[in-house]
């Protein structure tokens, strides 16, 4: 009766582990199915690095690193895990980690939302230990030692209220310094560039992200430190630009009116002061990558902007013709193997004025 009993219960144990692997293994196989899974909805045919990379030492002088379209691929598959991060903690899954582990870089930091808790970007770093598995001695040419990710708006309850809040912030003064996300972005960058120097930090983002991305890259080139920008569908409409423009035709009007008015002197001083300041200056040309479909974003391929004597943007444009909005907008588009990129300026518009303040600092 006693050895029944322990049997039973032994095939019950037996049962229950093997209900739970079952369970595992189906969770796995979901997660492997899933639309956001890496193998499913990620870039195809990238270049991974391994041992075989280095047979050759030119390879690594001339690694995939320094080609613009891998470089810009795995900027966006960065953001997207940001994404991923904050949607697997609201949906109970990993997901988001195998879209940055095959670039051999690790999570070290997750920016959190104080207001709600959310995860809205993260730092990642050059995974050494991962890349010596493979037999990478060193890091590609042209990799960055650290990036800093920002997602854009996520219209999922946790998430949604804060994300949309700074939508309008920005909607309503083109300015996202008030919100808290600004300061823990601009904390995050400020102690990477210390850490590993300036010229080895990315910060990249999407959508609203992007607009963050900016604003803090601003921000530190104000500084002097200048970290190379990738911003992906950068937000461009808002109601202070509205007013900015007319505000800026008044400015125009001004401005020929003082050159016809003559210097009493002086003339010799400000023109020395103003050259002072234009050998002060650094380039900082952050890249906006947009897509005229998305009217978002499309203002930023507008023409006719000032010439910065600093520097400006790289505008890149999707060409795939017409498209609808959730497909212009969309980060997975600048991974995909069909896509196509224009530079189409360097002098946009909109990026001139909204650089204007960082290249024409009044001297100190």
Request: charged residues 20%.
């Amino acid at each position: 009766m006693w050895r029944r009993g322990a049997v039973e219960t032994k095939n019950v144990a037996a049962q229950s582990v093997e209900g739970e692997r079952n369970m595992k293994t189906t969770e796995m196989g979901h997660e492997i199915q899933h639309p956001y899974a890496f193998n499913v909805s990620g870039p195809r045919n990238v270049p991974s690095i391994n041992w075989r990379d280095l047979i050759n030492w030119r390879d690594l002088i001339n690694s995939t690193w320094k080609d613009a379209n891998y470089k810009r691929t795995v900027m966006a598959c960065f953001i997207q895990a940001v994404y991923l991060l904050e949607l697997d903690t609201q949906e109970n899954r990993t997901l988001a980690p195998k879209w940055w582990k095959p670039f051999k870089y690790k999570l070290v930091q997750s920016l959190i939302d104080e207001r709600d808790g959310s995860i809205f970007g993260a730092v990642f770093e050059w995974d050494r230990a991962a890349a010596l598995q493979d037999l990478v001695v060193m890091k590609p040419s042209g990799a960055p030692r650290a990036v800093l990710a920002l997602r854009g708006t996520l219209l999922k309850t946790p998430t949604m209220r804060r994300d949309i809040q700074d939508d309008l912030r920005f909607l309503a003064w083109e300015s996202l310094k008030g919100s808290v996300r600004f300061s823990t972005a601009l904390t995050a960058l400020s102690c990477l560039s210390q850490k590993h120097g300036a010229a080895n930090v990315c910060i990249a983002g999407h959508s609203l992200g992007a607009g963050f991305a900016l604003q803090v890259g601003k921000e530190l080139a104000k500084r002097g430190v200048f970290v190379e920008a990738h911003l992906f569908n950068p937000p461009s409409v808002s109601l202070a630009s509205s007013l900015k423009s007319v505000g800026e035709k008044a400015g125009v009007a001004w401005r020929r009116l003082k050159c016809m008015i003559p210097m009493r002197g002086g003339g010799d001083v400000d023109a020395s002061r103003s050259a002072e300041m234009e050998m002060k200056q650094v380039l900082w040309m952050p890249l906006l990558y947009v897509n005229n479909s998305d009217y978002i974003c499309c203002y930023y391929s507008d023409g006719g902007g000032a010439e910065l004597s600093g520097g400006g943007a790289k505008v890149f444009v999707a060409a795939k013709g017409k498209q609808s909005f959730v497909e212009a907008h969309g980060l997975e588009q600048w991974w995909s193997d069909d896509l196509e990129v224009e530079m189409a300026i360097n002098n946009s518009k909109l990026i001139s004025r909204q650089l204007h303040s960082l290249y024409n600092l009044s001297p100190s």
